[in-house]
Nanobody
Framework: QVQLVESGGGWVTAGGSLRLSCVAS???????MGWYRQAPGKQRELVAT???????NYTDSTKGRFTISRDNAEKTVYLQMNSLQPEDTAIYYC??????????????WGQGTQVTVSA
């Protein structure tokens, strides 16, 4: 079972940027991967996906601001987040997904990384 460790979160003011990383304990080659987030009091949502070959997809709320990427050799998935807004405040997780934008996580989740955006 693949273990996932997210990092890179923090506190920023609106308009700021953060880059999240997710390192897997095993190979992610062949898996579509995604970044999910869970805001306080809300369900976890999938916001971006990337297939093994590098094509990407985003929700309307993240398109044009977030960029997902991956390094299969390093077993790492990234999320570059620009123009952050208070509504982006959430715990961010990476996990497996299905193309184009469907949750399909492994049985386990990492601890996530907290992103807080102040107005």
């Amino acid at each position: 079972q693949v273990q996932l460790v997210e990092s890179g979160g923090g506190w920023v003011t609106a308009g700021g940027s953060l880059r999240l990383s997710c390192v897997a304990s095993g190979s992610i080659l062949g898996y579509t991967m995604g970044w999910y987030r869970q805001a306080p009091g809300k369900q976890r949502e999938l916001v971006a996906t990337i297939i093994s070959g590098g094509a990407t997809n985003y929700t309307d709320s993240t398109k044009g601001r977030f960029t997902i990427s991956r390094d299969n050799a390093e077993k790492t998935v990234y999320l570059q987040m620009n123009s952050l807004q208070p509504e982006d405040t959430a715990i961010y997780y990476c996990n497996r997904a299905q193309w184009p934008l469907r949750p399909f996580p492994f049985n386990t989740w990492g601890q996530g990384t907290q992103v807080t955006v102040s107005a």
